[in-house]
């Protein structure tokens, strides 16, 4: 069975800073996709970025990037320029890519960041 | 944003009584999920469905049955409301499985006093 933990419950950072989400996952799968959600208190869910853990490469959204390590199973997220709006529970996700997938996601136990003025 | 909608939005509702959450999509998406959010776990699959009437369980569908009977709605049944099931609620939809991103309801408020 995949898990997912997020060791870190709550975060702050000063707006215009630079601040690292941490992520780790447990799988015995070689192909999967990781995922970083957004929820602001309007509650809704926001997809911020996706990895292929196939590709090398580091995926990238704009201010929002990420560090896939993928021998160490360690998928974080930083946020760079930090802003008021970035303000959110961050979750971490998981996802099989298996031919018969579902698309069902695994989520982590979320990551309160507060962005201060 | 995807097309899709949760009601109600709010509920608080008595233990022992039975709840219907209503998810309706204008996507036509074949998949559609309803996951449950709770302090300390985050999302947690209840149960999916992968077409008309076909649908299965996930990590944590005791007490919960769901019913799909037109593409567009999903309907999420706690058959007797328990205390422990007081939650917010999530429906999601996406195209293939795993292909593409999943797109979130609005969630719903559940209170079972």
């Known amino acids: 069975a995949q898990t997912v933990t997020q060791s870190q419950p709550e975060m702050s950072v000063q707006e215009a800073e630079t601040v690292t989400l941490s992520c780790t996952y447990d799988t015995s799968e070689n192909n999967y996709y990781l995922f970083w959600y957004k929820q602001p208190p309007s509650r809704q869910m926001i997809l911020v970025i996706r990895q292929e853990a196939y590709k090398q490469q580091n995926a990238t959204e704009n201010r929002f990037s990420v560090n896939f390590q993928k021998a160490a199973k360690s998928f974080s997220l930083k946020i760079s320029d930090s802003q008021l709006g970035d303000t959110a529970m961050y979750f971490c996700?998981?996802?099989?890519?298996?031919?018969?997938?579902?698309?069902?996601?695994?989520f982590g136990q979320g990551t309160t960041l507060q962005v201060k003025p | 944003d995807a097309g899709i909608t949760q009601s109600p939005r709010h509920k608080v509702t008595e233990t022992g009584t039975p709840v219907t959450l209503r998810c309706h999509q204008t996507e036509n998406h074949r998949y559609m999920y309803w996951y449950r959010q709770d302090p300390g776990h985050g999302l947690r699959l209840i149960h999916y469905s992968y077409g008309v009437k076909d649908t299965d369980k996930g990590e944590v569908s005791d007490g919960y049955s769901v019913s799909r009977s037109k593409t567009e709605d999903f309907l999420l049944t706690l058959e007797s409301a328990t205390s422990s099931q007081t939650s917010v609620y999530f429906c999601?939809?996406?195209?293939?499985?795993?292909?593409?991103?999943?797109?979130f309801g609005q969630g719903t408020r559940l209170t079972v006093v």
């Open positions: 996700a998981f996802m099989k890519h298996v031919t018969s997938n579902t698309g069902k996601l695994i």
């Open positions: 999601a939809i996406s195209t293939q499985g795993g292909n593409t991103e999943a797109f």
